[in-house]
């Protein structure tokens, strides 16, 4: 099966027919000749994915590193989108690291008005810890309290709703240009 993906074509090949599952990803042109219009529409996309496979680790404490750190990625891409959306390029991104504070901060300036004003809240809370890789290396003791699973995927759903229509439209008119 072969199926259009964002920028890409991805082929999934059942374990019948090659002896084992393999999911293969054919990127043209290569990601590091996307354009800015291509990248804000795959970073929606990969945003999405992110916060999919935060949720599919459930709501129960077990995975609780794991599970941030995909929402993390997922807010980041997302607010990325929206900058480059509004004309940004990859430099302005690199500037801006990992941070979500900086990229909630720049999406804002560049006009981004959250439907949900719960998000900036959930860059407060998750920000530190995204940017400093807190959930991939463990580098704070103590106690840590986040947001419910499901709360933090209701914000992250509203925030795509608000973003993702700019990131296909910015595309769709680049891509015709």
Not at 1 to 8: E, R
Not at 38 to 61: H, K, N, P, S, V
Not at 145 to 160: D, Q, R, S, V, Y
Request: glycine content about 8%; charged content about 20%; proline content about 3%.
């Amino acid at each position: 099966m072969v199926a259009a993906g964002l920028g890409g074509d991805i082929t999934y090949c059942p374990a019948e027919e090659q002896g084992v599952g393999v999911i293969t990803i054919r990127h043209e042109p290569p990601v590091a000749a996307l354009s800015t219009w291509q990248l804000c529409l795959r970073f929606a996309g990969y945003a999405e994915d992110y916060a999919t496979a935060a949720m599919a680790l459930g709501e129960a404490a077990n995975f609780f590193s794991a599970r941030y750190f995909l929402f993390g990625h997922a807010f980041e891409l997302i607010l990325k989108s929206y900058i480059l959306s509004k004309g940004a390029d990859e430099r302005k991104l690199r500037e801006l690291s990992h941070s979500l504070v900086k990229a909630y901060v720049e999406a804002k300036h560049l006009g981004y008005s959250p439907s949900d004003l719960r998000l900036e809240t959930i860059v407060d809370w998750i920000g530190a810890y995204h940017e400093h890789q807190d959930f991939r290396y463990a580098k704070t003791q103590g106690v840590t309290t986040m947001p419910g699973a499901a709360e933090t995927l209701a914000i992250f759903k509203n925030t795509h709703a608000d973003i993702y229509p700019l990131a296909r439209a910015f595309y769709t008119e680049r891509s015709r240009a």
